[in-house]
């Protein structure tokens, strides 16, 4: 699995977890809905850090709660 794929199931994950939208994630994160599910979307999803950091500010956690999974910590290296 990717990076772009585990940020994305990341955050299905959160938002699941509380219930929320992810028009609701973006209302909160004073993003448009389009950059939400842009990033769900497997062919566009590029997404920046700023864009990540403004979703856990919507989110009310902290970019290192967001980071702390083990589907993060196992991803194989970028450079081979």
Known sequence: MSVKDIVAERFK??????NISLN???TRSGVTPSTAYSMMDKNR??????????FCDGLDITLGEFFSTPAFDNLEQEIK
């Open 24 to 26: 609701e994630l973006a």
């Open 45 to 54: 999803r590029d997404i920046s850090v700023i864009t990540v950091k403004k």
């Open 13 to 18: 994950e959160i938002c699941k977890e509380r």
